[in-house]
């Protein structure tokens, strides 16, 4: 078994040997030797790889859906130019920001673990003022990733509050739509809701209100949808 994995990745023997009975780390590594850069399962992008960032907004609105603009550390030249960054995605239509904390905090070399934890406060702060709320976790493309970050780190406490507003603000939007169809790209939030700091803070305020489940949202369905936002607040 390991001569043949080590045949197949171009890997000695020993390295192979060292991973292979640790189902996570053997993964990840055949993972990072077939489909990554180099690999026979990777295939070189081109500009016309992928659509551009209108035609995918366009087609997540259609889904009723919220555009999101990724940060990944701060430390690409593209977000080290962050402001204006935030400002082209903005521009664009993005309307929440999502964060990797675990790429951020949970790193071994302790000056590496201090600069990424000061980009990770940064960014947040930035999208506070910019009225961008947060949607947080990893992606679950790699084997071992956690289902759930871990809020209660210490070096995550100055964000926490930012991050679960995010939690509540996609819930939020999310239940509402499915409940009576007026989420956030709705015309009656448009219209009732004109700016997205009035949007944030709705859609927030009924993610903490609508318990999780069919209770909530059946709860929520009962409610007239030519109801205000004031209105359905004081419902909930």
């Known amino acids: 078994m390991r001569s043949f994995w080590a045949a197949k990745l171009g890997l000695p023997a020993d390295q192979v040997a060292a991973t292979i009975g640790d189902d996570a780390k053997f993964a990840n590594l055949v993972r990072a030797r077939l489909m990554k850069r180099g690999g026979v399962g990777y295939v070189t992008p081109s500009p016309d790889s992928f659509p551009t960032v ?12 919220l555009p999101c603009f990724t940060w990944l550390d ?24 999502n964060i990797i904390p675990d790429r951020n905090w949970n790193i071994a070399d302790p000056a590496a673990r201090a600069l990424k934890i000061s980009k990770l406060y940064e960014i947040v702060e930035k999208a506070g003022a910019l009225d961008l709320p947060l949607n947080v976790g990893t992606e679950m493309n790699a084997y071992s990733q956690k289902l759930v970050d871990d809020f209660d780190a210490p070096e995550l406490a100055p964000v926490r509050g930012a991050f679960l507003d995010g939690a509540h603000f996609i819930y939020g939007h999310t239940v509402m739509q499915r409940a009576l169809g007026l989420g956030y790209q709705s015309d009656w ?18 993610g903490y209100r ?27």
Do not use: W
């Open 189 to 206: 939030a448009k219209q009732r809701l004109p700016t997205r700091r009035e949007r944030n803070a709705f859609y927030t305020a009924v």
């Open 74 to 97: 701060g430390a690409s030249e593209g977000e080290q130019a962050i402001d204006e960054l935030l400002e082209l995605m903005i521009d664009k239509g993005a309307v929440a920001l």
């Open 54 to 65: 209108e035609a995918f907004h366009t087609m997540i609105l259609a889904c009723g859906a």
């Open 210 to 236: 609508v318990l999780p489940g069919r209770t909530g949202v059946a709860r929520l369905g009962q409610l007239d949808p030519a109801l205000t936002p004031a209105e359905i607040l004081a419902a909930l």
